[in-house]
């Protein structure tokens, strides 16, 4: 199947051709030749499958048909859970429809308001958004969104999980009932099909993606720990190819800021990004990474979710996810478009029932194999009565390059500017213990 077949507009084939895409990924597939109805649509993918072309790619044919004459309003809006995820979402509007005359501006927190006012006063024609600042600008009737012909939230699982749904309700409320919805997320989840049956017209639904998988290029790696030590078998590991780009997730933000001030006083070129980081600062670092000046990236969940990296051979938990299916999120930033990829977890005893439980939710076993030098006192737990790490619990003592050793603890705070516009981020996945704020 080719692009040509899904009838697409010759500018966009051009773009996409000079851009290298030949062949459309399966979610393209299936969803291009949908939202080109002008239906609304209710799609399930992963990250790294080619979602935002998506919805990206068939958006921009609409909007070529022009606005009406004297129309400043932006005509499409295009909600995102994360900062990130928007740039990357501009970025790839920018690329796909630079031989259109469609501008877009994105508007999140983190950065002045002034500057997004302005732009919004000239007029755009799409509007890439997180849910809070979008609100503020709503309050300051500094956007109007009576224009809007084509909606889509894009990672909406994620956004229901960071609490943004009173904010979703209150914009949804405010766009005109006419409409097209486009609502991409990587499951079908119950509480995604409320938001669907409740704001969507008789949904298409398209899925490409088995729930909770990941590719079959990825190799899956387990290193047992002790927690005290798990900052120097890090080091070990990274050490084994330094110019080798690497993502790390850590657990919390505090977390994230020791890893890196250990990592560059050993000698490792790092950067963290999380949600109390500015919005320069985590565009700065982004760059950086993807330009290769620092190889190694240390990352909360929330703050990951856009990091679009082409050919990253591996990401390594340094701690394991509080719920297994952000293992999966995690992964997936790895082993793309058929490349090889690796997945390293450092997991100590206390860790042993998040194991057991990613282990169950992929339906596989993941190799165990002790690192020579890194042995653990205690071997992992693998039964249903395994040890997990209680929320807001200090942490064992961590070692540090000159071998001096300071206390762990848990971070906690706010998200930043990309913050629920009500209520706090809650997890209610069964009866686990929430994971931090990332």
Same mark, same amino acid.
């Given at each position: 199947?080719?692009?040509?077949?899904?009838?697409?507009?010759?500018?966009?084939?051009?773009?996409?051709?000079?851009?290298?895409?030949?062949?459309?990924?399966?979610?393209?597939?299936?969803?291009?030749?949908?939202?080109?109805?002008?239906?609304?649509?209710?799609?399930?993918?992963?990250?790294?499958?080619?979602?935002?072309?998506?919805?990206?790619?068939?958006?921009?044919?609409?909007?070529?048909?022009?606005?009406?004459?004297?129309?400043?309003?932006?005509?499409?809006?295009?909600?995102?859970?994360?900062?990130?995820?928007?740039?990357?979402?501009?970025?790839?509007?920018?690329?796909?429809?630079?031989?259109?005359?469609?501008?877009?501006?994105?508007?999140?927190?983190?950065?002045?308001?002034?500057?997004?006012?302005?732009?919004?006063?000239?007029?755009?024609?799409?509007?890439?958004?997180?849910?809070?600042?979008?609100?503020?600008?709503?309050?300051?009737?500094?956007?109007?969104?009576?224009?809007?012909?084509?909606?889509?939230?894009?990672?909406?699982?994620?956004?229901?999980?960071?609490?943004?749904?009173?904010? !979703?309700?209150?914009?949804?409320?405010?766009?005109?009932?006419? #409409? +097209? /919805? %486009?609502? @991409? &997320?990587? *499951?079908?989840?119950?509480?995604?099909?409320?938001?669907?049956?409740?704001?969507?017209?008789?949904?298409?639904?398209?899925?490409?993606?088995?729930?909770?998988?990941?590719?079959?290029?990825?190799?899956?790696?387990?290193?047992?720990?002790?927690?005290?030590?798990?900052?120097? !078998?890090?080091?070990?590991?990274?050490?084994?190819?330094?110019? #080798? +780009? /690497? %993502?790390? @997730? &850590?657990? *919390?933000?505090?977390?994230?800021?020791?890893?890196?001030?250990?990592?560059?006083?050993?000698?490792?070129?790092?950067?963290?990004?999380?949600?109390?980081?500015?919005?320069?600062?985590?565009?700065?670092?982004?760059?950086?990474?993807?330009?290769?000046?620092?190889?190694?990236?240390?990352?909360?969940?929330?703050?990951?979710?856009?990091?679009?990296?082409?050919? %990253?051979?591996?990401?390594?938990?340094?701690?394991?996810?509080?719920?297994?299916?952000?293992?999966?999120?995690?992964?997936?930033?790895?082993?793309?478009?058929?490349?090889?990829?690796?997945?390293?977890?450092?997991?100590?005893?206390?860790?042993?029932?998040?194991?057991?439980?990613?282990?169950?939710?992929?339906?596989?076993?993941?190799?165990?194999?002790?690192?020579?030098?890194?042995?653990?006192?205690?071997?992992?737990?693998?039964?249903?009565?395994?040890?997990?790490?209680?929320?807001?619990?200090?942490?064992?003592?961590?070692?540090?390059?000159?071998?001096?050793?300071?206390?762990?603890?848990?971070?906690?705070?706010?998200?930043?500017?990309?913050?629920?516009?009500?209520?706090?981020?809650?997890?209610?996945?069964?009866?686990?213990?929430?994971?931090?704020?990332?």
């Amino acid at each position: 199947m080719s692009f040509e077949s899904l009838g697409l507009a010759p500018a966009l084939l051009r773009a996409l051709a000079e851009q290298g895409y030949a062949e459309p990924t399966p979610i393209q597939a299936a969803a291009i030749p949908v939202v080109l109805e002008g239906v609304d649509l209710l799609a399930a993918a992963q990250t790294g499958t080619g979602k935002t072309a998506a919805f990206s790619l068939p958006l921009l044919q609409h909007l070529m048909q022009g606005p009406p004459a004297g129309t400043r309003r932006p005509r499409a809006l295009v909600l995102t859970p994360t900062r990130e995820l928007a740039a990357q979402v501009h970025d790839n509007l920018r690329d796909y429809g630079k031989h259109l005359r469609i501008s877009s501006a994105t508007i999140f927190g983190g950065v002045s308001m002034g500057p997004q006012v302005q732009t919004l006063r000239r007029g755009v024609d799409i509007v890439i958004a997180t849910p809070g600042r979008l609100i503020d600008h709503m309050q300051q009737r500094s956007l109007d969104l009576s224009g809007v012909e084509v909606l889509v939230l894009d990672e909406a699982d994620r956004m229901l999980d960071m609490g943004f749904l009173p904010a !979703l309700k209150r914009i949804l409320a405010a766009l005109p009932r006419q #409409r +097209q /919805t %486009l609502l @991409f &997320s990587a *499951t079908f989840a119950p509480p995604i099909k409320a938001l669907a049956m409740q704001f969507m017209h008789e949904p298409r639904e398209v899925s490409v993606t088995p729930p909770n998988t990941v590719a079959t290029t990825v190799t899956h790696h387990v290193h047992p720990v002790d927690a005290a030590v798990k900052r120097d !078998l890090l080091l070990h590991v990274l050490s084994q190819d330094s110019r #080798r +780009q /690497t %993502l790390v @997730f &850590s657990r *919390t933000k505090h977390g994230a800021d020791k890893l890196v001030r250990y990592l560059e006083a050993a000698g490792m070129r790092a950067a963290a990004i999380h949600g109390n980081k500015s919005q320069n600062a985590r565009t700065r670092a982004l760059s950086d990474f993807k330009s290769g000046r620092i190889t190694v990236l240390v990352a909360t969940d929330i703050a990951a979710r856009g990091i679009d990296i082409d050919q %990253l051979p591996i990401v390594i938990n340094f701690d394991l996810p509080m719920v297994a299916e952000d293992y999966v999120h995690r992964i997936g930033r790895t082993g793309r478009a058929g490349a090889d990829g690796m997945a390293v977890s450092l997991v100590s005893h206390e860790e042993s029932g998040l194991l057991r439980d990613i282990r169950k939710l992929l339906k596989q076993d993941i190799a165990i194999s002790n690192v020579p030098g890194f042995e653990p006192s205690q071997p992992l737990r693998l039964d249903a009565g395994a040890p997990r790490p209680v929320q807001g619990q200090r942490q064992p003592r961590q070692g540090r390059p000159q071998g001096s050793h300071r206390p762990h603890n848990q971070g906690h705070g706010h998200t930043g500017g990309d913050r629920p516009a009500e209520g706090n981020r809650k997890r209610q996945r069964r009866r686990r213990p929430a994971a931090s704020k990332a």
